[in-house]
């Protein structure tokens, strides 16, 4: 019992259930939705999608633990009330679980066969290229921008492996829109990975980098901004190419309404920096990982597949 309380401790603290399952199956609907093409492709089997969903769940799992043991010496010093950096659970221990939940991945990937075992395989083998830090860490480290962006393609690949899991195809069936689609979250999960390390000037600490301390907060935003409108572009284009026949104000607009909401509150605290407009604008980028494939996801299924 005291196994399974450090680790249920572990996951509310740094991967909380709930929040996390949400965030998977609402990105996996999206993605699902924009990748099926009836006619084209066979519908799914529900145990297909429940296999991949759950080899998905698992790969931001690991992602998430990867990182913890990455971070370990610099939570030590910086962040010593996180689980791992205050003892909660043993260096060893936490390695024997990473690799029970990889174990677990491949086995399930690998009672699934083609395509869906080649898809993961590249998955996989690129949250192991995070995990040793392309083998540059020491010269990318402290460059947080760089950092950031190469770690956050792994939502690209991600939506990849769904098309697979989904059309049960390799990566070269994907279409054109679906290509796009998946570069669009590889913005996505920037703006997020941007937003979550913004702060006001009181909020800063001496030894941990932000991005509103490197670029200054009007600097840190129009970073920001840049990725939403990537985000949004690549989109638009789905969906005047892949959804002609219903790609108006319907489709486009709800993802557009979130794109905004974030871009103006993102202004808003670069005109103020102070803790109130800070916190705000991380909460809505927060929102906005859920509710932006959230919109695109509803619009699709109401107006595509209803």
């Known amino acids: 019992m005291a196994f399974v309380r450090r680790w249920w401790q572990f996951l509310k603290e740094r991967h909380e259930p709930f929040s996390i399952t949400l965030m998977v199956a609402i990105f996996f609907a999206a993605v699902a939705f924009v990748a099926y093409q009836p006619g084209v492709h066979?519908?799914?089997?529900?145990?297909?999608?429940?296999?991949?969903?759950?080899?998905?769940?698992?790969?931001?799992?690991?992602?998430?633990?990867?990182?913890e043991v990455k971070d370990y010496d610099v939570d030590r010093?910086?962040?010593?009330?996180?689980?791992?950096?205050?003892?909660?659970?043993?260096?060893?221990?936490?390695s024997a679980m990473t690799m029970l939940v990889l174990a677990i991945e491949i086995s399930l990937a690998g009672i699934m066969q083609?395509?869906?075992?080649?898809?993961?395989?590249?998955?996989?083998?690129?949250?192991?290229l995070m995990r040793m830090e392309f083998f540059v860490g020491d010269w990318m480290?402290?460059?947080?921008?760089?950092?950031?962006?190469?770690?956050?393609?792994?939502?690209?690949?991600i939506s990849m492996l769904i098309h697979s899991i989904v059309c049960f195809s390799d990566f070269a069936g994907a279409d054109r829109g679906m290509l796009l689609y998946a570069l669009g979250n590889w913005f996505v999960f920037n703006v997020f990975e941007f937003g979550r390390k913004t702060f006001a000037v009181e909020e800063e600490r001496d030894g941990v980098e932000s991005y509103s301390n490197r670029l200054k907060p009007i600097g840190a935003v129009m970073l920001l901004l840049v990725n939403i409108a990537l985000a949004y572009a690549a989109f638009y284009y789905v969906a005047v190419s892949k959804f002609a026949a219903v790609a108006d104000w319907r489709l486009l607009a709800p993802a557009g309404v979130v794109s905004l909401l974030?871009?103006?509150i993102g202004l808003i605290y670069a005109a103020k920096p102070v803790l109130a407009n800070a916190k705000l604008y991380r909460g809505v980028v927060t929102l906005y990982l859920l509710a932006y494939p959230a919109t695109i996801a509803g619009a699709v299924y109401l107006l595509v597949y209803r």
């Open 42 to 67: 066979a519908p799914p089997c529900w145990k297909r999608l429940a296999a991949g969903f759950a080899i998905v769940w698992l790969v931001f799992l690991h992602m998430r633990m990867f990182d």
């Open 77 to 94: 010093e910086h962040n010593p009330e996180r689980p791992l950096a205050r003892g909660l659970i043993g260096v060893g221990e936490f």
């Open 114 to 128: 083609w395509p869906m075992l080649p898809a993961y395989m590249m998955v996989l083998c690129f949250t192991l």
């Open 141 to 157: 480290r402290p460059k947080l921008e760089l950092y950031a962006i190469t770690h956050t393609f792994s939502a690209a690949m």
């Open 262 to 264: 974030v871009a103006v």
